[in-house]
């Protein structure tokens, strides 16, 4: 995989994809990540990338040709899956976008910044708009980082153990149990024995109830058709026969 990620401010990127998991798939040659200055395309001596906004208002806009520029540069080099902007009122990210991704082969990310980009880059150019909740950063930089971590970490092989991922919160609809490790006794507060028991199809039940438990206490929003409220004591019942 391939992901370029266009900004006006790179040095905010240094730091995710120098770290961890994403340093790990780089140096096993399974995902590159490269970070492009936008102002190296910028216009005038001043490299400039934003402008007032027609019809006035409030702070500045991200320009079309210093965008365009490079993006069409890129896609000199690779064909891209999708070009995505991130943007407050995109598609909310979820386990379900970063699974689709992580197909993909080569992708674009532009991070806003400032009031935005001009409405004609999104027109004619971004395929695919992502925002990750309803609230607003100084820029696109912290979540595109984000989306990168976790489209990359579901890549065969980033992982140490590749089934890790598949039991992740939220990849079955459901957050992910609590998980416990030695000592099986602390302070007094023990571990449950049906963890200790070696009976694996007692302890998948378990881990399988308290999933279904914690997302309804926790996350009720996502207790729907399979796991809606109604269901939940049938979903447990029929896991423990």
Not at 59 to 69: D, F, H, K, S
Not at 92 to 113: D, E, W
Not at 120 to 125: A, I, M, N, Q
Not at 156 to 176: I, K
Request: aromatic share 8%; net charge negative; hydrophobic share 35%.
């Amino acid at each position: 995989m391939h992901i370029d990620i266009i900004t006006v401010l790179p040095g905010l990127l240094e730091g995710p994809f120098s770290h961890s998991i994403l340093k790990r798939a780089e140096e096993k040659g399974l995902a590159k990540v490269e970070v492009h200055d936008l102002r190296t395309y910028g216009i005038g001596k001043q490299k400039t990338v934003d402008g007032y906004a027609f019809g006035g208002g409030a702070g500045m806009v991200m320009m079309i040709e210093p965008i365009a520029n490079c993006i069409n540069s890129l896609k000199k080099l690779r064909d891209y899956d999708e070009i995505i902007y991130m943007t407050p009122d995109g598609e909310t990210f979820n386990q379900g976008m970063a699974n689709t991704l992580s197909l993909k082969k080569n992708l674009i990310i532009l991070c806003g910044h400032y009031k935005g980009v001009d409405e004609r880059v999104r027109e004619h150019f971004i395929t695919k708009e992502i925002s990750i909740g309803d609230f607003v950063l100084s820029g696109g930089e912290l979540p595109a980082a984000l989306i990168t971590d976790a489209i990359i970490r579901l890549l065969p092989g980033v992982l140490n153990d590749e089934t890790s991922a598949l039991t992740d919160s939220f990849q079955d609809g459901l957050l992910a149990p609590p998980v416990f490790t030695r000592p099986a006794e602390y302070a007094g507060w023990k571990v449950p024995e049906v963890l200790l028991s070696g009976h694996a199809a007692k302890i998948e039940s378990w881990r399988f109830e308290q999933s279904v438990r914690r997302t309804h206490e926790r996350r009720p929003d996502l207790m729907q058709g399979e796991y809606s409220k109604e269901n939940d004591d049938n979903n447990i019942e029929r896991k423990d026969n």
